[in-house]
């Protein structure tokens, strides 16, 4: 083992390998010029031997020509006597004109068929020599002509082994000329590699005293060299590092954005109180605490007002945890440590030590929770913002930091699939909670190749009377085993894993299909259709849509579709490109959830909108205490009537609601009060009924009119 450390020291050693560098360097030279020195000679030797073999087989073909044309076999034999009588000839034989042996080596045989031979049979044909190598041997074959006219053939091999002699004697020759000049140039090479490295190793001695915490140091400068310059950066680079030291050390565990420490420094807190517990009363909680729909904040205002919120979130953190730590002691008289991280992009870990449980920690969740009661302030602009928190405590439910931040995980997800702005407290069963929410994740991949969702229709009525105008497409998903899934718990699931936008798809061409098939029965509902931020942010998003109306037949104004505040508000400019195409093809727009986002008359104005919903938060306050809800839906319907857009209700369950909306002038409404979300062939059913009524409606006003009418003006 001391050697293999010898060897590795020295080999790590920059001279060593710049030696090593250019002798390998050298040695491939060296090799391939022996190699193309062998590969040379090696080809002259073999076109040497090939027109020696030549000339042997035209000279022998020569001396038997008169001979085998006559038939004078003993002749012929001595002539091959001779012929292979050279140390070089393997074996030879010669053949009549009849393609049989007459001759095999020095002795005549009686004429007989000869074994096929491709070589000499195309000797014969070209009327010229050919040649084949075997490795060993070099087989020719030589036509015998006498007069112009083919008389036999001769075959004859010649040996290759003066040729491979040759090429070994040269191989050897080079590899002693090649090893007495690596002999000569090693020292040479070896010896400018140590005195061109020693001020790198000067340089390297001193950097590894000033990593062993020497800052006092003192860097040798010789030269103007680059090594000097080198020399000469590292130098000023100490002197600045004693004066960052300290800095450093704490920037390392501070995050930049909210001055907050971060994760590693948070794991230390939690590592050394779990470590210090010491009463059986005392626990550590690391409670997890992720700000609900936080992307929504960057995709509609940038990044620049999400990092705002965060700045603001750490700071009501930070209050409220020390003034709930400081009434905590003065009421208890116990002693409470605390810590605040921030962990991630929307996650801050909280840290509380001390004699609690579950119910000595809630006083601080729930002023967690109600720190995120007041609206955020963004540019004059009202944020409203929820956080979900996620707790576990040490040692009962982990006793590392790691296994903590897990379970606090696995309880924050419960939080949020419970629809947020809650705390959940870690327990076994949620692991299996979350394991069903990766199998309903899995299950939804699955659910549109296997016919499980369903689009339903909620109708739209007109505030003044009633009458069916038309219906907003919903989504419903009937689960083999879990029966109907909630859109409220797999929407988001969608949103999170990107199939959001195949499910739009699928409920666009759902829908397309639908009014096709109802004009068709003489039924002109108007049809809406949510489109989510996926979806509508693709660019090929209106030639999908346009796609879709052509292969379903259905009218282009048949189709409505809704795109959220938040959507339109991201980039205005872009969000208009996407709509003109479509408009102009008769495909109308409505903006969704109008009151809940960030709108300003200004981009309203710029946007094609042709109508606006009102969200039911705003429409469910008309029945209440809140005069806030009514002044501002009032405003709103006189807004759109100034801008020429009609008015659509979401979610009216009262006649309170309804009677309001429909005394201020709002178009139309849905809601339970007039109907349910329904399969197609309910609300086709509905429809009809509520033409129907419209119809009879329509011929009572007709008759009451004509009564009201004078006398001599009824027909």
Not at 611 to 616: M, N, P, Q
Request: with cysteine; aromatic share 6%.
């Amino acid at each position: 083992m001391g050697v293999i450390r010898t060897f590795r020291r020295w080999h790590a050693r920059l001279s060593v390998r710049y030696t090593l560098f250019l002798a390998a360097l050298i040695l491939a030279f060296a090799v391939e010029f022996v190699c193309y020195n062998i590969v040379q000679s090696n080809l002259a030797i073999r076109q040497e031997l090939e027109r020696h073999a030549v000339y042997l087989g035209r000279f022998g073909a020569d001396l038997a020509a008169q001979d085998l044309a006559d038939g004078r076999l003993p002749e012929l034999a001595a002539t091959m006597r001779n012929f292979v009588s050279r140390s070089d000839i393997v074996y030879a034989r010669l053949l009549d004109r009849d393609r049989r042996v007459v001759t095999d080596g020095a002795a005549a045989v009686t004429p007989s068929a000869a074994p096929r031979d491709d070589l000499l049979d195309a000797a014969l044909r070209d009327r010229a020599t050919r040649i084949s190598d075997d490795g060993s041997v070099l087989d020719v074959a030589e036509p015998v002509e006498l007069d112009g006219r083919i008389v036999g053939g001769l075959r004859f091999g010649v040996t290759l082994a003066p040729m491979h002699a040759a090429v070994e004697e040269m191989i050897r020759h080079n590899l002693i000329v090649v090893a007495l000049f690596l002999l000569l140039v090693l020292p040479v090479t070896a010896l400018a590699a140590h005195r061109a490295t020693m001020p790198i190793r000067r340089l390297t001695e001193s950097t590894r005293r000033i990593a062993a915490g020497d800052l006092s140091t003192t860097i040798e400068i010789t030269g103007e060299d680059e090594i000097a310059e080198l020399s000469r950066s590292v130098s000023s680079m100490v002197e600045s590092l004693s004066e960052s030291a300290a800095a450093i050390r704490s920037l390392t565990f501070v995050d930049q954005l909210t001055g907050l420490p971060n994760r590693e420094r948070l794991e230390q807190r939690v590592t050394a109180a779990v470590g210090g517990l010491r009463e059986a009363g005392d626990r550590v909680a690391l409670a997890v605490v992720d700000l609900d729909r936080f992307k929504r904040v960057n995709d509609a205002l940038g990044p620049d007002h999400g990092d705002l919120v965060l700045r603001e979130v750490a700071d009501r953190l930070a209050i409220l945890l020390e003034e709930w730590r400081e009434d905590a002691m003065r009421k208890s008289g116990a002693t409470y440590e605390t810590a605040l991280a921030r962990l991630s992009a929307d996650e801050f870990g909280v840290m509380v030590a001390g004699p609690l449980g579950e119910h000595g920690l809630e006083p601080v969740l729930r002023r967690i929770l109600r720190a995120f009661e007041a609206d955020f302030d963004l540019d004059g602009h009202a944020l409203e913002l929820k956080a979900s928190v996620g707790v576990a405590l040490a040692p009962t439910d982990a006793g590392d930091f790691k296994t903590l931040t897990q379970n606090a995980g696995v309880a924050l997800d419960a939080a949020k699939l419970t629809g947020g702005a809650a705390y959940r407290f870690f327990s076994p069963d949620l692991d299996e909670r979350a394991y069903r929410h990766l199998v309903l994740e899995s299950d939804l991949r699955q659910a549109t190749a296997r016919g499980e969702l369903e689009v339903y229709f909620q109708p739209q009525v007109a505030c003044s009377d009633g009458r069916g105008i038309g219906a907003e497409a919903l989504i419903r998903w009937n689960h083999p085993t879990r029966g109907v899934v909630t859109p409220a718990e797999f929407i988001p699931l969608a949103e999170e894993s990107g199939l959001i936008v195949d499910i739009g798809t699928f409920v666009l061409r759902r829908v397309c299909a639908q009014a096709a098939l109802w004009a068709s029965r003489g039924l002109n509902p108007r049809l809406s259709v949510n489109v989510s931020r996926a979806q509508f942010q693709r660019e090929d998003f209106p030639a999908l849509v346009l796609q879709i109306l052509a292969d379903s037949g259905a009218a282009p104004s048949q189709l409505e579709l809704e795109i959220t505040e938040s959507i339109a508000m991201s980039d205005p400019a872009s969000v208009a490109g996407q709509m003109a195409p479509l408009r102009a093809a008769g495909v109308r727009f409505a903006m969704d959830d109008f009151g809940t986002g960030y709108s300003s008359l200004s981009v309203l104005t710029r946007l094609p909108f042709d109508v606006l919903k009102i969200d039911r938060s705003f429409v469910s306050g008309i029945d209440g205490d809140t005069p806030e809800c009514r002044v501002l839906v009032r405003t709103v319907l006189a807004m759109a009537r100034g801008l020429g857009l009609e008015v659509v209700a979401e979610g009216v369950e009262t006649k309170i609601e309804h009677s309001f909306l429909r005394d201020h002038q709002c178009a139309s409404a849905q809601g339970f009060l007039f109907a349910a979300p329904m399969p197609a062939t309910r609300f086709e059913t509905w429809f009809i009924a509520h033409r129907r009524r419209d119809a009879r409606l329509l011929q009572a006003r007709l008759r009451t009119a004509l009564l009201e009418l004078p006398e001599a003006m009824r027909v």
